[in-house]
């Protein structure tokens, strides 16, 4: 029976809970701990940017700084997402894996249909995976630095609206997943946190966060706390993917 490590970390700042997420790949891929999911949220509001973004051409760095927002470099790709009310995960797991295709997108879409069955625990049963189609029509004709301007094959989204983003990074022996589920979102301080080409792109982007975004409680018309989502989290991964689930901590190597 496959063994699967579950942890409820503490709220931690940016740095830490990217260095976490990193030091779970390595452990992962170095074969010391089973695969993980870790569910976690942060100390403070962090923007964290792909890890080849340039945040100092697209991040208003000094606004940033004026309101005490982090910005903190993500071991993933993709753009930047301002994390404050939100529960995030993290699951990491060794490639090759007998529950996982062997591609990205494979993996992306046996972790997705788990986070659609933890969001069916907490009440919301109208929440799909983006197809590719809808991925590439839903593409804006300009490149925004927001993660949420755009959805993403696989990206789980609600009547149109993109609910949860995620981003995966595949090593030679693992890889690692993480993604947000919005618990709210202040859309007008997210937007005046880049910086736009034009005024008419800034537009857009807010035009875009007001309707095809949305927040967890907006889907179910209620408030959720983090530990619900955490709990219903475990319990979606727990059924499509079969074994021996133990609450554990990090390990020596992962307390960074």
Known sequence: ???????EDAPKDGKANMATDNAILRSCESGIIPPTLRLYSWERPTLT?????????????DRCRRLGIQIVRRPTGGRALLHN?????SFAAPIPHPQFPSSLFGAYKTIAEALLEGLKELGLFNA???????????RNPYHSPSCLSSINHLEIEVHGAKLVGSAQRRTKG??????SILLGLDRTLLNSLFKYSTEDN???????LNNKVVTLPECLGKNVTRNEVFQALKSGFSR?????????????????
């Open 85 to 89: 009310h939100e529960v995030t995960y």
């Open 240 to 256: 499509v993917l079969q074994g021996n689930w133990t609450p554990g901590s990090l390990n020596s190597f992962e307390l960074v």
């Open 49 to 61: 940017v792909g890890y080849s973004q340039d945040f100092n051409k697209e991040i208003n760095v």
């Open 1 to 7: 029976m496959q063994d699967w490590r579950v942890i």
């Open 128 to 138: 799909v995976l983006a197809s590719r189609e809808r991925a590439y029509k839903g």
């Open 202 to 208: 800034r537009y857009r982007s807010m035009d875009i």
């Open 174 to 179: 693992a890889f690692l997943q993480h993604g």
